[in-house]
């Protein structure tokens, strides 16, 4: 995970974002894995074909969030998208929760 370099063992058909928290990182969220606020977005930079296929909530809210942010890329919901393979994602935000570097 950029750009902390995070590497997490993530569970077969685990959310990115429920193994970061599980490994003991704060990730940003507010609807705290509804798929509705946008705020946990990534960036797929790697392994884009080890993930779940987005549902139609997470489709909305991405169509949203590209569109608020005028570009287009790899955006997944760390929320949403569910692992099965080595995947690498860029995301700002992320920190240990007590400060400790992983």
Same mark, same amino acid.
């Given at each position: 995970m950029d750009p902390v370099g995070a590497v997490l063992t993530i569970a077969e058909g685990e959310t990115i974002m429920d *193994?970061? !928290?599980?490994? @003991?990182?704060?990730?940003?969220?507010l609807c705290h894995g509804d @798929?509705? &606020?946008?705020? &946990?977005? !990534?960036?797929v930079t790697t392994g884009e $074909? +080890? %993930?779940? +296929?987005? @549902?139609?909530? $997470?489709? $909305?809210?991405? $169509?949203? %969030?590209l569109a608020r942010r005028g570009s287009a890329g790899r955006i997944r %919901?760390? &929320?949403? *998208?569910?692992v099965s393979g080595d995947v690498t994602v860029r995301k700002n935000g992320v920190r240990p929760l007590q400060g400790d570097a992983r």
């Open positions: *193994a970061a !928290v599980r490994s @003991g990182y704060r990730w940003p969220t @798929g509705t &606020c946008s705020i &946990c977005w !990534v960036e $074909e +080890h %993930l779940s +296929h987005p @549902g139609s909530r $997470e489709i $909305e809210t991405v $169509e949203m %969030l %919901l760390a &929320c949403q *998208a569910r």
